[in-house]
């Protein structure tokens, strides 16, 4: 008997699917690194929050950064219609949003510096999640600025995926700051 | 040549990223240089730099600017040096790098094991011991924790489940580029005069240790990066890459070993990863994590560190595991016995492995209420490692055994980690553990389990697939030599170590009194033998690979698909997409063909698969 069944060119997972898998993977190991930040936050100090935090900052800025996924999505979505400018414009809007959510937390860093420095415990935690936080945001900036740089030159028209890997990880960023936000600044 | 790329981009990092971190610092009136908090600071960048010159931005991160996409212009051997993408060339690169790692960390233990031939300190003093000690036990971990999952992993996987290449070719590349950082770390520590804490690096020491030690925290989170984005590739390639017809019931065990190890490796890593960070910051930042006088909790790193490096001993044998079964199978010729149990018996171990951490603290001071619960979790892992055996020795039982080299290894593993084993449920209790912890009997035990399992598994490994990898046959003759040398060499070293662990020799001391000094020097006579027995087979190894004879496709008459192409294998592995019809196992049963490789009769594949 010959062996003469028909057989695909490649094999029959399409990219998109494997390259979405790994991206959620990627974020799976991630939050094990977050996750193991808020066990050291809570093992350290329990429930204790400096009240020298500031709240007002705090609240202004995790607003920013959850209407920044917003403006994400909306870029995401603009992308998958071929709409370049919507594309350009909204990611534009994300980039803005996310520089002010960095600027509120370096201005709260300054604050922070006199008002519980690094050789106390609570800002030993709050420098270090804050800091490993804003690594993230800054990456995220990094990758939404070579988007738009592509996106303006027409290089998602074809293919959107870079710009829903970028889309997801900027959404990751957010969901992160969802737990660090309370975990920081109002247990 | 793309590696002097890497260094020249390597070293604008590190002045780039100096040069931020300075002005950081003089911005905030710090004296600008200071060699840790600055090193730390560029590290990052340093290393991105060296990733983008040895060819990421070359092959990758360029056309996201634009630029055209780039094919490769490298050939023979210069492609081990170069950003490459094939994961045959991947494996190698692993393999050889971690085998120069492998030797240098031999290196150090022979001058520990001349150190501790007599009482005092007669051949080194004790900081200098105390460094070698250090980097004998990071080194031989990272090999033990990257070297088999990096080499076969990337080399035989993706051939075994009949695929092309790995998920993310490009990932892949980068993660074995993130290895010689490692060793750089690793040689500029000691070069700062290394370090004194051990593999482990428990806080408060190593945040009062010298600049080695900070060295070592960059090595180790730099080593994590690696072999989680490793972990990752392989999980995505087996789930998504397999051929046609290869279900998951007909995955061949090395690959369901591989795979297992690498969602630990994923899962887990980032703890390690998370510790090494503390401790940089703590060093560098003026941070507390674990300065009890500032309310920090020294235990927290331990916590951390194993909550990871537990896992990180499956990491460590799991592929060993792996290996072992697969040539158990092939060279008794007969099917694996109980695949299913066995593979339900490592993901047991997976799930196991994440609960019992807190063994290596029965006398950390930790809240006693932990000891009992530790003690269980860790004593349950004796079934599915149990179960593990049953599989290997189910299948030995009425097989028809060949005595192959590779052979020898895979029942050198299950006599060693035997023992290695049971001592790990003696120390598993917890007033047995009182008594011994930091003991040799402690080194003796983790001796067994990781050098005596994971590193045969590796060897045996290496003198399976090396046919397949160079297309060249290695000197069985010498092969039995080595396998016997280190088999006696290694038995003769570590036996006794349980004995004088048992008299009260404490490890990681340069010293020790003169009632332990017999014991002891037959500890280093067996080293000596075992460390020069390795001789034997770097010979063989460069003479095969140079001059050795040609190999044939399948030279062990295995069915796995690797065996099934020719040796080495062309670029894109198959010719045709195989599809898959059976387990890989069906020895000595009528008819049964793993898979039809679209090329010529199936009478003539069942021929080939059965040489
Ligand atoms: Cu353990």
């Keep these: ?26 974020f799976l190991s991630e ?8 066990v050291a936050r809570f093992g350290l100090l329990g ?24 403006s994400a999505l909306r870029a995401e979505q603009a992308a998958k219609a071929r709409d370049r400018a919507g594309l350009v414009r909204w990611l534009t809007l994300t980039l803005v949003m996310g520089a002010i959510f960095l600027a509120g937390v370096a201005y709260e860093w300054v604050e922070a510096f006199d008002a519980f420095p690094t050789s106390t415990t609570f800002g030993t935690l709050f420098f270090t999640m804050t800091g490993v936080h804003a690594f993230h945001v800054i990456t995220g900036l990094v990758f939404l600025l070579i988007l738009l740089f592509n996106a303006k030159a027409g290089r998602y028209d074809e293919d959107s995926w870079p710009v829903e890997a970028g889309v997801k990880y900027w959404h990751f960023v957010d969901v992160v700051w969802v737990f660090f936000y309370p975990a920081l600044y109002l247990i | 040549m793309a590696v002097v790329g890497g260094v020249v981009g390597g070293a604008i990092g590190y002045v780039l990223g100096a040069a931020g971190i300075m002005a950081i610092r003089a911005a905030v009136g710090a004296r600008a240089w200071e060699v840790e908090s600055v090193t730390a600071g560029a590290w990052l960048v340093a290393v991105s730099g060296w990733l983008l010159g040895v060819g990421a931005w070359k092959y990758w991160v360029s056309p996201w600017f634009g630029r055209p996409e780039r094919t490769y212009a490298t050939h023979g051997w210069r492609r081990y040096f170069d950003f490459d993408t094939d994961h045959k060339v991947i494996g190698i690169q692993y393999l050889v790098t971690f085998l120069v790692m492998f030797f240098m960390a031999g290196l150090f233990a022979m001058f520990m094991r001349w150190e501790l031939m007599r009482t005092g300190e007669d051949v080194v003093n004790a900081d200098q011991y105390n460094a070698i000690m250090s980097l004998h036990g990071t080194m031989m971990v990272f090999v033990a924790v ?51 804490t051990g593999w482990t690096g428990y806080a408060p020491l190593s945040v009062q240790s010298d600049v080695g030690g900070l060295f070592y925290n960059l090595a180790f989170f730099t080593l994590g990066l690696s072999s989680i984005i490793g972990g990752l590739n392989i999980i995505v390639t087996v789930v998504t890459m397999r051929a046609k017809g290869m279900t998951w019931g007909r995955l061949p065990i090395f690959v369901w070993s ?42 927290l790193y331990q916590h951390i560190f194993w909550f990871y490096s537990h896992p990180a001993v499956y990491i460590m044998i799991l592929p060993a595991f792996g290996i072992t079964l697969e040539m158990i199978s092939h060279f008794s010729r007969k ?27 029965f006398t950390s001071g930790m809240a006693e209420s932990l000891r009992k619960p530790f003690l269980a979790s860790t004593e349950l892992i004796s079934i599915p490692t149990g179960v593990i055996f ?11 055994i060949k005595f192959t080299v590779p052979m020898l290894f895979a029942l050198g593993v299950l006599f060693n980690f035997l023992i290695g084993g049971i001592t790990g449920v003696f120390l598993a209790d917890v007033p047995v553990d009182i008594q011994l912890q930091d003991t040799y009997f402690v080194v003796a035990h983790f001796h067994y389990v990781i050098l005596g399992g994971g590193i045969f598994g590796l060897f045996g490994g290496i003198y399976y697939w090396f046919p397949k990898m160079t297309g060249k046959m290695m000197n069985s003759g010498l092969g039995k030599l080595h396998f016997w040398a280190i088999m006696l060499g290694f038995n003769v070293t570590f036996l006794p170590m349980f004995v004088i662990g048992l008299q009260g020799m404490n490890r990681r001391i340069a010293d020790y009194t003169p009632d332990l000094e017999p014991g002891n020097k037959m500890v280093s006579m067996g080293a000596f033998f075992l460390g020069s027995s390795f001789l034997i087979f770097i010979y063989n190894f460069i003479y095969s690979w140079a001059r050795g004879e040609t190999a044939p496709a399948n030279p062990w008459g295995a069915r796995t698909l690797e065996w099934q192409i020719p040796s080495p294998p062309p670029h894109e592995n198959f010719e045709v997409p195989p599809i898959i019809l059976a387990d890989p196992y069906g020895y000595g049963e009528a008819d049964s063909l793993h898979a039809d490789m679209g090329i010529g009769t199936l009478e003539e594949a069942k021929d080939s698969e059965r040489v």
């Design chain 2, 146 to 196: 990257a070297a088999t999952v990096g080499a076969f992993g990337n080399y035989v996987v993706p051939i075994m489940i009949g695929a092309d290449d790995m998920a993310f070719p490009k990932l892949n590349a980068l993660s074995y580029w993130l290895v010689p950082p490692v060793l750089v770390a690793l040689t500029v520590s000691f070069a700062f005069g290394g370090y004194d």
């Design chain 1, 31 to 38: 939050s094990m690194l977050f996750a193991g930040l808020l």
């Design chain 2, 390 to 400: 049953l599989s290997a020795l189910g299948t030995l039982w009425l097989g028809k």
């Design chain 1, 1 to 26: 008997m010959v062996a003469s069944t028909v057989l695909p060119a490649e094999h029959e997972t399409p990219r998109i699917t494997i390259n979405r898998f790994g991206l959620w993977l990627f």
């Design chain 2, 258 to 299: 591989i795979f297992i190890t690498a969602m630990m490796s994923l899962i887990f890593t980032q703890f390690v990863a998370l510790a090494m960070l503390m401790v940089i910051l703590d060093r560098t930042a003026g941070m507390v994590f674990f300065d009890p006088a500032s309310g920090g909790e020294p235990l």
């Design chain 2, 335 to 361: 099917p694996l016995f109980a695949y299913k149990w066995a593979v339900g018996a490592l993901l047991g171990i997976m799930g196991l492995s994440s609960v019992v951490w807190a063994h290596h603290m």
């Design chain 1, 47 to 70: 429930t204790e929050v400096n009240e020298e935090v500031s709240q007002s900052i705090g609240l202004l800025v995790t607003v920013i950064l959850l209407a920044s996924s917003y």
